[in-house]
C-alpha cells in the first residue's frame, strides 16, 4: 500500500494542465496496475474544480476496451467535463470475476475523490456512466454496499452524483445476465435489488430487440426507483439490439448521436452543463 501511494504521489505531481489526455495508476493489483485515462478540456485551469464523468466499458466482465466510450468522453470533454476512461480487470486478460470488477470500480471512484483538487475535479460532481457490465459497475457504485477492497478508507463514498446508463445489466438474478457467474450473490451484487431512497439521477438506453436485457426488467426497474422518489429517465429504442448506441470506425451511427444528445441534456437538466448554443 505505501509503494502503491509513492507511485500515485509521483504521477499526481507531474499532472500538467496542457488539454488532452493525463494516464494514471489508480491501483496496484496482482495481476496489473489499473490505470485512469483523463481527457482535459482545452480552457482548463490551475483554479478549476469541473464536474467530471467516469466511464466504464461494457464486455460482460469478460472483456472490452477503454475506448469503447471515447467518442462520449471527447463530445463531454468539448463540452467543458473532465472526462474519465477507466480500466478494470476482466476474465479474458486478467481471469478474475465480476466481484473484481466491481472492487475495481469502487477504488477508481476513491481514487478520483481522493484527489480530487490535484485532478481539478469537484469531488461532489462525479458521473458515472457505462455500457453493458460497465452500466452495472456505475448503478452499483451507488446501490451496493460492500466489494471493498481490502485497506481503503470506506468512508469515502463510491456513489456518483449522476448516472448515464447504455443497456445496463442491473438485474443477475436467475434469469438475468450474469447469474451463472455470481450465484448466491445475486441480490447484494445486482442494483435491482438494492433500490433505495436516495439514489443518483438516472438515465437509461435499451433496444426493444436487446438480446440481453429485456425491456420488462428495466421497465421494473424505473418504476421501483420512482417509487423511491429516485428520478430515472428511460428511454427505449424500437427494434434496436445490445450496444446499437456504439459508434463504430468509419460508421455513422443516428443512434449514437441520438443517445449522445439525450444524455447532454440530461446533463443540463441537472446543472452539469450549460444548455447547447
Not at 435499451?206 to 417509487?227: A, Q
Amino acid at each position: 500500500m505505501v509503494k502503491t501511494a509513492l507511485i500515485l504521489l509521483c504521477l499526481l505531481s507531474n499532472i500538467s494542465l496542457n488539454a488532452g489526455e493525463q494516464v494514471l495508476i489508480y491501483k496496484n493489483t496482482e495481476q496489473a496496475d489499473l490505470k485512469l485515462h483523463l481527457l482535459y478540456p482545452d480552457d482548463i485551469k490551475k483554479s478549476d474544480k469541473r464536474a467530471a464523468i467516469i466511464f466504464f466499458f461494457g464486455g460482460g466482465w469478460l472483456s472490452g476496451d477503454i475506448n469503447h466510450f471515447r467518442p462520449q468522453a471527447e463530445h463531454f470533454r468539448n463540452r467543458g467535463l473532465i472526462c474519465i476512461l477507466a480500466e478494470y480487470r476482466v476474465l479474458g486478460k486478467h481471469k478474475t470475476t465480476p466481484f473484481d470488477a466491481l472492487s475495481d470500480a469502487k477504488s477508481a471512484m476513491r481514487y478520483i475523490r481522493i484527489h480530487a483538487r490535484k485532478l481539478h475535479i469537484n469531488p461532489d460532481k462525479i458521473i458515472a456512466a457505462g455500457g453493458s457490465a460497465g452500466g452495472h459497475l456505475a448503478a452499483a457504485l451507488a446501490a451496493c454496499p460492500g466489494f471493498d477492497t481490502s485497506g481503503e478508507n470506506t468512508k469515502i463514498s463510491t456513489k456518483p452524483a449522476a448516472l448515464l446508463l447504455y443497456n445496463p445489466v442491473l438485474d443477475n438474478g436467475p434469469g438475468g445476465y450474469g447469474y451463472s457467474r455470481v450465484k448466491d450473490r445475486y441480490q447484494e451484487f445486482s442494483p435491482a435489488y438494492n433500490i433505495k431512497p436516495g439514489l443518483p439521477p438516472t438515465l437509461i438506453f435499451l433496444g426493444t430487440k436487446d438480446n440481453i436485457i429485456p425491456v420488462i426488467t428495466m421497465e421494473k426497474y424505473r418504476e421501483k426507483m420512482i417509487e423511491y422518489n429516485n428520478r430515472c429517465d428511460l428511454f427505449l429504442y424500437e427494434g434496436q439490439d445490445h450496444g446499437f448506441f456504439n459508434l463504430k470506425k468509419g460508421k455513422e451511427n443516428p443512434y449514437f448521436y441520438d443517445t449522445l444528445q439525450k444524455a447532454d441534456a440530461f446533463l443540463v437538466s441537472l446543472g452539469y452543463l450549460s444548455p447547447q448554443k
